[in-house]
């Protein structure tokens, strides 16, 4: 995979030449530009793009719970699953039968249930027509396993078409096996594609998925489990003529030219939230208290979501765990915000309604349709003993301010490259081969994010805890271990990471989608 791409340049737009044309920026201090005020002041830093169907009515089918994956073999200390990524159609939207790319034919993909200590292995088979990497979000798994964005697996037919950076990774053909050593606490991670530049297009496609890992200080706690344990992946998307997903592609063919049309280079919003892949579903449950793992999975979309009682008072929201799982006792919400890629654990009990009641979870965020999401019927009476824990984590550790040995800052904000829109850190657009820190493994540090608009920002391999916001403690969203923080427009956090794990070279980005692939990423290496 040496041979550079005969036609790397072709649109004008080659990665080399956006550095170069970024560097130039830089170097004439050009920051933002004028689109930048059309988008502050808004809950979601992006634009709607409207579908060209109706609208389906809200709650007219039921939710669906993605497929649990059985493993093809395990042996004493591990599980070996496989997944084919291939081009299937998934009805997103009653009547419309829509072209996906999935994880093994659904949209979301399989849920891979994994238990701390064991290690899984998943061999991807692609069939999908281009190259793919899967990362495992929230995995803290060695770097040859990480789903680096030019670590590809191409498709198995001659891949002529070579895009940029498809060259310089650790690339295999047709297959790869991703090897995860689950050494980590339970928690909600998921898995999605990752490959350089065309991300954003490649989830709104269908490839992501749940990983649900447990270890056994969750399953000595008595939470809800079974059908009362249930997953919630949130997407928005939109919708063409035909019935199928729409993504504004510079290159609809996803291979040379990354990013969108303006005007949604801030982020592509769509018009019709989806639910495990349905639109606006509702699900039956019975008087009974149930655990809700809820992630954000949208492009750029944000939600502020409430458990609305039609005719009564809203539910309370116990949130239990965070993006890396239990903590460290329960805390009490009536609404949860959450940006792209941040995963809220939370128990909502049903047990005070009557058969008959619905509850609609309402995203105070949204315009007009988008400010539903699903609805709820209690439809089943029954008797549910359960409580609520008042100690989650008794091994939950407090990570100390004064064990950091250094401070970073890193500024994520909106930037020119070239003539096109792009997102920068520390005013660098993303390369494979600049690395903006040098970490030694298991040390702890302090990040000061800042922030132009919203940039939920991830960091691959370290977990965090929010130190505080502005001139405040961490927000109400802020608890536990984290891997994403919502940073909002001009918004300062300070974050404390510890880099456990492996050695090598790791990405850390925005996880608006459309700002990661017009380049708000940059590299870490741990030393
Ligand atoms: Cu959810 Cu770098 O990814
Ligand atoms: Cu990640
Ligand atoms: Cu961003």
Known sequence: MSATPPERGRCGVSRRGLL?????????????????AG???????????????????????????????APVRSSANADHFELVQQVSRAELVPGWRSEVWTYGGSFPGPTIRSR??????????NELPVPVAV?????????????????????????????????????????????????????????HDHRMDFTAPAVWKGLAGLHLVTDDEESSLDLPDGDRDIP????????DARGQLFYPSLDPTLTHTPGVTPPYEGGVLG????????????????????????????????????????????????????DQGLLPAPIMHDHLTLASAERFDVLVDFRDLTVGSRVRVVNDLGDGQTRLVMRFDVTGSTRDDRSVPDTLSPSFERLREADATTVRSMVFRSQSIGDQHG????????????????????????????????????LHLAHFQVLGRGTGGPGAFDHGWKDTIDLRPAERARILARFDGYRGRYVFHCHNLEHEDMMMMANFDVI
């Open 20 to 36: 170069a044309g970024g560097a130039a920026v830089l170097a004439a201090g050009v920051v933002g530009t004028p689109v930048l």
């Open 39 to 69: 988008w502050r002041g808004q809950s979601s830093t992006g634009t709607v793009l409207a579908s060209r169907i109706p609208l389906p009515e809200p709650f007219g089918w039921p939710l669906t719970i993605p497929p649990v994956l």
């Open 116 to 125: 701390r200590g064991r290690q899984v292995l998943v061999t991807h088979r």
């Open 135 to 191: 990362h495992l979000h929230g995995g803290v798994t060695p770097p040859e396993h990480d789903g680096y964005p030019t670590d590809l697996i191409l498709p198995d037919e001659p891949w002529e078409d070579r895009g940029p950076g498809h060259h310089d990774g650790d690339v295999t053909v047709g297959t790869r096996v991703y090897e995860y050593p689950n050494d980590q606490r339970a928690a909600t991670l998921w898995y």
């Open 232 to 239: 919630l992946v949130i997407v928005d998307r939109t919708f």
């Open 271 to 322: 018009d019709v939230i989806l639910v495990n892949g349905r639109s606006w579903p509702r699900h039956e449950v019975d008087t009974a208290l149930y655990r809700l793992r809820i992630l954000n999975a949208s492009n750029a979309r944000r939600y502020q979501l409430r458990f609305e009682v039609e005719g009564g008072t809203d539910l309370p929201i116990v949130q239990i765990g965070s």
């Open 423 to 458: 997102w920068v850190t520390n005013g660098e657009p993303f390369s494979p081969d600049v690395t903006q820190a040098h970490i030694p493994l298991g040390s702890t540090e302090i990040w000061e994010l800042t922030a132009d608009l919203h940039h939920p920002v991830h």
